[in-house]
């Protein structure tokens, strides 16, 4: 039996698990079963594209067959972040614009700030732009 992880010809059998030979890598340490695994790695793939869609964890553990404890782990393994890196990877291949806007519109809308019915300290309405005067207009209400 070669081991399933580094494909080495050293394992022994190391008791078994039901009715499934269990064995032990002795290159790697690690142990495994002579059982395939349950779900293949279309499925997998088929839970993470339907995850990347919004779809619900338990909604995808109902259509998939298996736990929702099993899809969360499916979705936090590392085969799946570096699929989620690569996806990444080819979005950022579009120029962004990163220069700041040239023009910034104001409206005269004022806030008024009001807590469990006490009025501000100085019982008057906070505009929205003090501070900042245009040419010909005072910083402060009319």
């Known amino acids: 039996m070669n081991c399933r992880y580094c494909v080495s010809g ?47 964890i338990r909604k995808i553990a109902r259509f998939i067959g298996a736990a929702p404890a099993t899809i969360i782990a499916w979705i936090s393994k590392a085969w799946i972040r570096k699929a989620h890196e690569a996806m990444t990877a080819d979005t950022l291949d579009v120029p962004h614009e990163t220069a700041a806007p040239d023009i910034i519109e104001m409206d005269e809308i004022y806030t008024f700030i009001q807590k469990n019915g006490s009025a501000p300290s100085s019982g008057q309405p906070i505009a929205a732009g003090r501070g900042i005067s245009s040419p010909g207009t005072s910083p402060t209400p009319a």
């Open 10 to 56: 050293s394992t022994i059998r190391n008791g078994r698990s039901g009715d499934v030979q269990r064995f032990h890598c002795r290159s790697c340490q690690r142990y495994f079963r002579d059982r395939p695994p349950k779900f293949s790695h279309e499925v997998k793939a088929l839970a993470l594209d339907m995850h990347r869609n919004n779809v619900g």
